[in-house]
């Protein structure tokens, strides 16, 4: 391995650290606005957070702000938003008297969930970038990795957290769980 490969690594692994330390702040804001108790009010903000998360992890791969990297960002960020739908319904239960304590639940694991996929989809889609093995006007490619196994096998994991959780579940277990599925969801796309 030459100096150039190892230097180029090392950058990756850096990056790749300050970006996850954005994804953890992003999803556990995501955790706290899912558990707000308040109808529909949590869906504005969860996309301000992904807003903010993308760009700051964009940045950090040096992502340029010129008009066909921001069409790359905004591509991360509404197949991220396509999941409103999920995220309305999931808020929509608040609204419902007697649900609220556990609707907020399982909103709250949803919208961290999702704060957290936009993430990590975002890390390898600028790392592929930045790495030049993929290509910015590459729309397609960012859509099928953002759609990709990865997200599906995540949301099955987080699923099964379902039946582990009380009501009375604290944001840090809620934040714990996403991690454990994210890890394990990784560990069986690598192994695939």
């Known amino acids: 391995m030459g100096d150039n490969e190892l230097d180029t690594k090392k950058l ?23 558990a707000i108790p308040i109808p529909f009010s949590d869906a504005v903000l969860l996309n301000k957070a992904e807003n903010i998360e993308v760009n700051a992890i964009a940045s950090i791969y040096g992502i ?13 960020i509404q197949i991220g938003t396509a999941s ?3 995220k309305t319904a999931a808020s929509s239960l608040k609204a419902i008297p007697g649900l609220n304590l556990g609707t ?10 999702i ?3 936009i993430g990590e989809s ?3 889609a600028f790392e592929q970038v930045a790495l030049g093995k993929k290509n910015i006007d590459d729309l397609e490619w960012l859509k099928k990795v953002t759609e990709s196994k990865f997200a599906n096998n995540f949301f099955k994991s987080i ?3 379902f039946g582990n959780m009380s009501n009375s579940v604290t944001k840090n ?3 714990n769980a996403i991690k454990d599925a994210f890890f394990t969801s990784f560990k069986l796309q690598v192994e695939k």
């Open 12 to 34: 990756i692994h850096n990056r790749r650290l300050r970006a996850q330390s954005i994804i953890g702040v992003a999803t556990t804001a995501g955790v706290v606005m899912g």
């Open 64 to 76: 340029q702000k010129d008009d066909k990297c921001r069409e790359f960002i905004t591509t991360i």
């Open 84 to 86: 409103t739908v999920i």
């Open 104 to 113: 907020s639940v399982i909103n709250a694991i949803i919208a961290g969930s």
């Open 115 to 117: 704060v957290a996929v």
């Open 122 to 124: 975002s890390i390898f």
């Open 159 to 161: 699923y099964k957290s």
């Open 173 to 175: 277990e809620i934040v």
